[in-house]
């Protein structure tokens, strides 16, 4: 396993919750943020991490905000997307919310971080 950002690059969902867990340490959560990095033509990712703190506990209004962002960035790389938040460490409906918003944002899986690690938002997870 990598340990190391440059040494990564994400070929299945394995790898990019490996390289989630790489970037969001043994901490917990601090504030509620959603987190994305860029994959480049090789999937391998861009060297800026980017972190969004204090988002709302429901994406609301900031949904299409995101998607004209991410839309704008695409010519730079492949986003791939992160909620890290404080609290339950079992999927909330707020998370459930953001999952739906952000998934069509990426072609890769969304990812939660809570204090018991990092995990995918599956499919059956964001339903209701």
């Known amino acids: 396993m990598a340990t190391d950002l440059n040494e990564i690059v994400i070929h299945a969902a394995l790898d990019l919750e490996r ?3 790489l970037i969001m340490g043994r901490e ?13 033509e090789e999937r391998r990712p861009r060297p800026v991490v980017v ?3 204090d988002i709302p506990v429901s994406p609301g209004s900031m ?15 492949d986003p791939v997307l992160l909620l890290s938040r404080p609290g339950p460490d079992r999927i909330t409906e707020a ?5 739906r918003t952000l998934a069509p944002l990426t ?3 969304v990812h939660l971080h809570t204090r018991a690690g990092v995990r995918i938002l599956a499919p059956d997870d964001l339903a209701s």
Do not use: E, N, T, Y
Request: proline share 10%; net charge neutral.
């Open 63 to 77: 949904a299409r905000g995101l998607a004209d962002v991410l839309s704008g960035l695409r010519d730079l790389g």
């Open 51 to 53: 972190p969004i703190d």
């Open 107 to 109: 072609r890769w899986p």
């Open 95 to 99: 998370d459930r919310q953001w999952g």
């Open 19 to 21: 390289m989630w867990q």
């Open 28 to 40: 917990g959560p601090g504030p509620r943020s959603l987190w994305m990095v860029l994959l480049d």
